[in-house]
């Protein structure tokens, strides 16, 4: 049986600033290679350790160094919205700064 794969997409602000990407663009090449592998995995639909933070917003843990959460949204059930991302210590507010993000996403899309 064929799975389609997931598409991994980037959010992009009114100001066209991606806040997912600078955080990616701001790793030292390891760390940047743990979250491409990380990719391969999502894109044959294996999440891992995934849950729900809340308003439509999922995170996916890397557990490497201080702990790092990669926040997404799903539009639909094949494309994915990389949103934000951070580290553990950070949590409460980076999940706030996902939502608000997932929020304006579908504000934008769904006219």
Sequence with gaps: ?????????????????????????????????????????????????????????FEFKIDVGPGYRIYYGKDGEMIVILLHAGEKKRQPADIRRAQAFWQDYLRRTRR
């Design 1 to 57: 049986m064929d799975i389609a794969p997931v598409e991994i997409r980037y959010y992009q602000t009114v100001s066209q600033k991606r806040p997912f990407q600078e955080w990616l663009d701001s790793l030292d090449a390891t760390l940047q290679q743990i979250v491409a592998v990380r990719f391969v995995r999502i894109r044959r639909g294996l999440f891992g350790d995934a849950e729900s933070v809340g308003e439509g917003v």
